[in-house]
């Protein structure tokens, strides 16, 4: 069991370009969770997917940023126009059910974003 | 007032020590409690999760919930060096919502 696996681990990106995160939930699991760290601030929940479908968006910046988790491949973050103040850790997480969060889920090892 | 409260430290303390490690939170809505360890430039790994109020133990962790206080905290006896690490709570009211952190406390074993 290859866990939660995120890619690219480190990106690099000028300001105005686009970044694009993936991230290949657990084997089994259909619920994945996007995640942000800022430097010295906790984890700050952005979105929650099904396959096809985003649950739960709240978290998500109103512009430039969107998600996806299709039927066939990993789920993918885009951050469209990156600025400095996106520079941060991307965090994804995935479980099994519904109710994953109740019973903490299992995270990747993240996406380091620096824009420059 | 922050949803979840958690010193950051750093907290030091002497390998073999037992540490003691809390958050408050003012959402009476959380029902679901965990702690999570996250090493440098890793993910966070999640140690324990809890339900409501009580104890829970498992090797050298123990996890205390208090929804009275709204106070929640994590114990590691015989501490070793192995163990420093930044620790986060983290804590859901239940069903499809995401979880809520406290911003981790940066803790230290001297060998």
């Known amino acids: 069991n290859a866990g939660v696996m995120q890619n690219p681990r480190h990106l690099v990106r000028r300001r105005g370009q686009e970044a694009r995160l993936r991230c290949s939930p657990m084997?089994?699991?259909?619920?994945v969770y996007w995640y942000r760290q800022l430097p010295e601030e906790g984890l700050k929940f952005m979105v929650y997917?099904?396959?096809?479908?985003?649950?739960?968006e709240s978290g998500m910046p109103k512009e430039r940023f969107s998600a996806e988790f299709p039927k066939e491949g990993p789920s993918i973050l885009r951050i469209q126009q990156v600025v400095r103040g996106d520079s941060a850790a991307y965090f994804c997480?995935?479980?099994?059910?519904?109710?994953?969060?109740?019973?903490?889920?299992?995270f990747g090892s993240g996406t380091r974003l620096t824009v420059v | 007032q922050k949803e979840v409260e958690q010193d950051p430290g750093p907290l030091s303390v002497p390998e073999g020590a037992i540490v003691s490690l809390n958050c408050t939170y003012s959402?009476?809505?959380?029902?679901?409690f965990m702690w999570y360890r996250q090493y440098s430039r890793k993910g966070p790994e999640l140690l324990m999760y809890?339900?409501?109020?009580g104890n829970k133990e498992d090797g050298r962790f123990t996890a205390q919930v208090d929804k009275s206080s709204k106070y929640i905290s994590l114990f590691i006896r015989d501490s070793q060096p192995s163990d420093s690490a930044t620790y986060l709570c983290?804590?859901?009211?239940?069903?499809?919502?995401?979880?809520?952190f406290g911003k981790g406390t940066h803790l230290i074993i001297q060998p």
């Open positions: 997480a995935s479980s099994l059910k519904l109710t994953g969060a109740n019973y903490g889920y299992t």
């Open positions: 084997k089994g699991h259909s619920h």
């Open positions: 997917l099904q396959k096809e479908n985003i649950i739960d």
């Open positions: 959402n009476s809505a959380f029902q679901y």
């Open positions: 809890t339900y409501s109020s």
């Open positions: 983290a804590m859901s009211g239940g069903g499809a919502d995401g979880l809520t």
